[in-house]
């Protein structure tokens, strides 16, 4: 196999709202990762979305997204893995790239959760006849899990809101983030709007509308494209017991286990090689689960990083430090090529106030439902 | 890149009806493949399915049929391409097995159609603000250009039910085709209850339920694995413009022809070195325009083949030897799973009454939407 590099990247702000359609974002900021890439064609294009069936009554936007980009005959498909859809089309891209069958692989993610319900869609993650029969909802089953969580391991009652305060204060920095404006503390945390109990507003990631894009090449080739070429050092997907509550413990989640181990064996690097973590915190409780779970944490401890600031820009192990899904925003299907590209953004030291110092290694995670899938990616300079 | 082989297939019969669930259908026929290979893991599965969305209230398939076949850990993503989807899975298998980084790639397509409505589900792969909106579904689509396929070349009005006649004849020796009773004449297809004009029912593959699933491995261990394998020499997917009434001619199918090409120049044959073709003849007019735009007859032409009777088993090109989407049945997500069964089948001389003499090369292909994306893969011994 061929390695494989990210010499082009682009996001949009992610927004409440965007007047654009969705496949104006699509196409938009394929041509903006393109220009970043320095490339005029590209042989193929993934791209990663999950609500438009019901959203925009679309269910071929890879095409759509090709057309709209005038990028005229190229190979279009769409990858899907649930809310990890995104993480999905960059290990399809990378798969492409490294099998020397497609030089220049776009992956391209957008969601437009601003025009309808989509909650109800997102829900769809779940079993439609032995979850979705009974009410459940990712914010139901997430609730369900932070529940457990607290019962079981009895932590302190603000322990999880430490992780929506770091990514709050992350964003603030970071331009592409939808709330840049407020700084929280626990508290605040803690006295936010009761969604269901026991998660607040502020242990949420925020609908919205958004688009990212990466360009993967063979490495060998990297230095032609782009500026600041990172390299894809592993790549890996797993899943588990479709639903958390068949588990034999719910609260440790074995894909994120698997594949995180399948990921650091590929990468050849330990966990505390990891110079920063971009986690899948669309729900606090799951960015405390993912790290408990990828071997960062003992179970039960994982918030005690949070608590602690080893998780803050200058800490021990930096998590989600443009904001993560909960404050940079996670519109659901675009959500992992955001991570991509404040991975690069980091590991080329062009971070800004986020910047990590001596960033040599990051690891992005993506969860698919309540971890049915979840895929980790290693990158590094 | 290593080259790549079918090791192992398995068809469960197209039905209008299964009482057996989405997931319970995918993970039969998913077991059914590992046990025609001899394998008992997978490293990777690939999953095609493109209503469940809308008609199983599930967003995350391929989870969902790993764990239920009890896969436990897979690797496991969903691909689409709207109606070509099970194609696009097999792509993607196949760059993961190419690539190196992945063994034993399932690629299973289930769809289960019967549980409610399915035809506005699959309209969605068309533009919903500039198509859905006009009122267009496939049907409409398809019906367009057959209006205008006999107003631009004035063909005998027959001239597309022979499609149908072929298709519905091959089928009644396939013990998997939903249709197997039915020998019809082209006054049949012409007799036939009106849909949308000109399209009758019998020029239409019918709503059903069905699951196929082919695992792939690398040609140099495919001995190890199976008892036929067959070789994939080709695999390319194309876009055209995204709406078949903003191409030039909307009867010339560009996609089809860029990827045919693509395929025919990875595989180092031309397109009459193909023993037989396994298109996508969703619609009698997509048969017709497939032959055309791939090279098999001038525009305007492709009928005479049908008519003439060199489409037949015996004929100089056989098309849709165990029924196609026709008579066979096109339950969307794996039809091109049961495309690739029936050519494994055909190569490997077990095709029985429908066997093509000295098969050596077939050619599958399959249509997205209004062929906004098509997919080519071609096969040998």
Same mark, same amino acid.
């Given at each position: 196999?061929?390695?494989?590099?990210?010499?082009?990247?682009?996001?949009?702000?992610?927004?409440?709202?965007?007047?654009?359609?969705?496949?104006?974002?699509?196409?938009?900021?394929?041509?903006?990762? /393109?220009?970043?890439?320095?490339?005029?064609?590209?042989?193929?294009?993934?791209?990663?979305? /999950?609500?438009? @069936?019901?959203?925009?009554?679309?269910?071929?936007?890879?095409?759509?997204?090709?057309?709209?980009?005038?990028?005229?005959?190229?190979?279009?498909?769409?990858?899907?893995?649930?809310?990890?859809?995104?993480?999905?089309?960059?290990?399809?891209?990378?798969?492409?790239?490294?099998? !020397?069958?497609? @030089?220049?692989?776009?992956?391209?993610?957008?969601?437009? /959760?601003?025009? !309808?319900?989509?909650?109800?869609?997102?829900?769809?993650?779940?079993?439609?006849?032995?979850?979705?029969?009974?009410?459940?909802?990712?914010?139901?089953?997430?609730?369900?899990?932070?529940?457990?969580?607290?019962?079981?391991?009895?932590?302190?009652?603000?322990?999880?809101?430490?992780?929506?305060?770091?990514?709050?204060?992350?964003?603030?920095?970071?331009?592409?983030?939808?709330?840049?404006?407020?700084?929280?503390?626990?508290? @605040?945390?803690?006295?936010?709007?009761?969604?269901?109990?026991?998660?607040?507003?502020?242990?949420?990631?925020?609908?919205?509308?958004?688009?990212?894009?990466?360009?993967?090449?063979?490495?060998?080739?990297?230095?032609?494209?782009?500026?600041?070429?990172?390299?894809?050092?592993?790549?890996?997907?797993?899943?588990?017991?479709?639903?958390?509550?068949?588990?034999?413990?719910?609260?440790?989640?074995?894909?994120?286990?698997?594949?995180?181990?399948?990921?650091?064996?590929?990468?050849?690097?330990?966990?505390?090689?990891?110079?920063?973590?971009?986690?899948?915190?669309?729900?606090?409780? /799951?960015?405390?689960?993912?790290?408990?779970?990828?071997?960062?944490?003992?179970?039960?401890? =994982?918030?005690?990083?949070?608590?602690?600031?080893?998780?803050?820009?200058? =800490?021990?192990?930096?998590?989600?430090?443009?904001?993560?899904?909960?404050?940079?925003?996670?519109?659901?299907?675009?959500?992992?090529?955001?991570?991509?590209?404040?991975?690069?953004?980091?590991?080329? =030291?062009?971070?800004?106030?986020?910047?990590?110092?001596?960033?040599?290694?990051?690891?992005?995670?993506?969860?698919?439902?309540?971890?049915?899938?979840?895929?980790?990616?290693?990158?590094?300079?």
């Amino acid at each position: 196999m061929r390695s494989v590099s990210v010499v082009g990247i682009a996001q949009l702000p992610v927004k409440k709202t965007y007047t654009r359609s969705l496949r104006q974002l699509g196409a938009a900021v394929t041509r903006a990762a /393109m220009k970043d890439a320095g490339v005029d064609h590209i042989d193929a294009l993934y791209a990663s979305n /999950m609500l438009s @069936d019901e959203l925009q009554c679309q269910k071929h936007v890879s095409a759509l997204i090709a057309d709209e980009a005038g990028l005229d005959g190229v190979e279009a498909l769409q990858i899907r893995a649930a809310t990890a859809g995104g993480a999905a089309a960059l290990r399809v891209a990378y798969l492409a790239v490294a099998s !020397g069958l497609v @030089d220049l692989a776009m992956v391209v993610g957008v969601e437009k /959760m601003s025009e !309808g319900a989509a909650t109800p869609a997102l829900a769809k993650a779940l079993d439609a006849q032995r979850e979705l029969a009974d009410g459940a909802s990712l914010i139901s089953q997430n609730a369900a899990l932070m529940w457990h969580y607290f019962r079981h391991y009895e932590p302190p009652k603000e322990a999880l809101a430490h992780f929506s305060v770091n990514a709050h204060l992350n964003a603030r920095s970071n331009a592409n983030a939808l709330f840049r404006e407020a700084e929280y503390k626990t508290d @605040d945390v803690l006295n936010s709007r009761m969604i269901l109990p026991p998660i607040h507003l502020l242990d949420c990631a925020p609908i919205c509308d958004g688009a990212a894009a990466v360009v993967l090449a063979p490495s060998d080739m990297a230095r032609n494209y782009g500026k600041h070429p990172v390299r894809i050092l592993a790549s890996s997907a797993a899943t588990d017991r479709f639903r958390a509550f068949d588990r034999q413990n719910p609260l440790h989640l074995t894909a994120v286990q698997l594949s995180s181990e399948k990921a650091f064996r590929q990468a050849k690097l330990r966990a505390d090689d990891i110079s920063f973590l971009e986690l899948h915190d669309a729900f606090s409780i /799951m960015a405390c689960l993912t790290l408990e779970s990828s071997g960062y944490a003992a179970a039960g401890e =994982g918030w005690r990083l949070a608590a602690d600031g080893e998780i803050g820009i200058g =800490g021990r192990i930096p998590v989600c430090t443009m904001g993560g899904l909960k404050a940079r925003g996670h519109p659901v299907g675009a959500t992992a090529l955001y991570q991509v590209c404040e991975i690069v953004l980091q590991l080329s =030291g062009r971070a800004g106030p986020n910047q990590v110092s001596d960033a040599q290694f990051g690891l992005m995670q993506s969860v698919g439902g309540i971890a049915s899938t979840v895929l980790t990616h290693i990158f590094g300079v």
